[in-house]
């Protein structure tokens, strides 16, 4: 069946240092959603791409897809304490439901 | 506007009893969504529904665990009888297009079985 992995599983980082995680699809993708969940708080949508190769940002957050869309980055620039909390891609290729990677657990060390 | 809500936030029930989630999604959505996750691992798909019809169940893990959307507003999502691996946290999420835009989640339920 379709299976959206993400590595790391964990990652610690110290504070002001950068942090990616990698999200891969066994499926060609149509487009592709990140969200981040906080400790003990709900999945929040973060950014949708659609594109081949397409790249976007959010102020310290670069999110790129593939060119061959089966996979997809989210990099973070200077992390900070309030970026943990473990991120999720999701896949709603040409399904009616969103199929959420395995996540990566981000923590930051001040 | 209010979001997703669901409740209870928590659930502690023994082996063999049964448990009722409510999910109320935000209004005028047509997607509703049930998700768990275990142990802090992946988010799983558990069903979907399309206004009060079932679109996908595929992610129901047996025939303990059922889910209806009465009149295409609320939900629920009833396990009878629970057992110790049904604990998790439960979210509800849903969206206007399916698939196509975000999905927007509750704060979930977290049931633990003793």
């Known amino acids: 069946g379709q299976q959206v992995m993400q590595i790391p599983q964990y990652q610690h980082v110290q504070e002001g240092e950068d942090f990616t995680t990698y999200c891969n699809s066994s499926t060609t993708l149509s487009n592709i959603q990140w969200y981040k969940q906080r400790p003990g708080g709900h999945p929040v949508f973060l950014i949708q791409l659609v594109k081949s190769g397409e790249v976007k940002k959010q102020k310290r957050l670069t999110f790129q897809f593939g060119e061959a869309k089966k996979n997809s980055s989210l990099h973070i620039t200077a992390t900070q304490t309030t970026d943990v909390g473990t991120y999720f891609c999701?896949?709603?290729?040409?399904?009616?439901?969103?199929?959420f990677g395995t996540g990566t657990r981000l923590k930051v060390l001040a | 506007e209010a979001g997703v809500t669901q409740f209870p936030s928590h659930s502690v029930i023994e082996k063999g009893q049964t448990v009722t989630l409510r999910c109320d999604p935000i209004?005028?959505?047509?997607?509703l969504y049930w998700y768990r996750r275990v142990m802090g691992k992946e988010i799983k798909f558990l069903l979907h529904?399309?206004?009060?019809?079932?679109?996908?169940e595929s992610g129901m893990p047996n025939n303990r665990f059922l889910a209806e959307r009465t009149g295409g507003t609320y939900s629920t999502l009833k396990v009878q009888p629970a057992e110790l691996e049904d604990s998790g946290v439960y979210f509800c999420?849903?969206?206007?297009?399916?698939?196509?835009?975000?999905?927007?989640f509750g704060q979930g339920t977290r049931l633990t079985v003793v």
């Open positions: 999701a896949d709603t290729s040409g399904t009616y439901k969103y199929i």
């Open positions: 209004s005028g959505h047509d997607n």
């Open positions: 999420a849903s969206s206007q297009r399916t698939g196509k835009t975000e999905a927007f």
């Open positions: 529904f399309v206004k009060e019809s079932k679109q996908d």
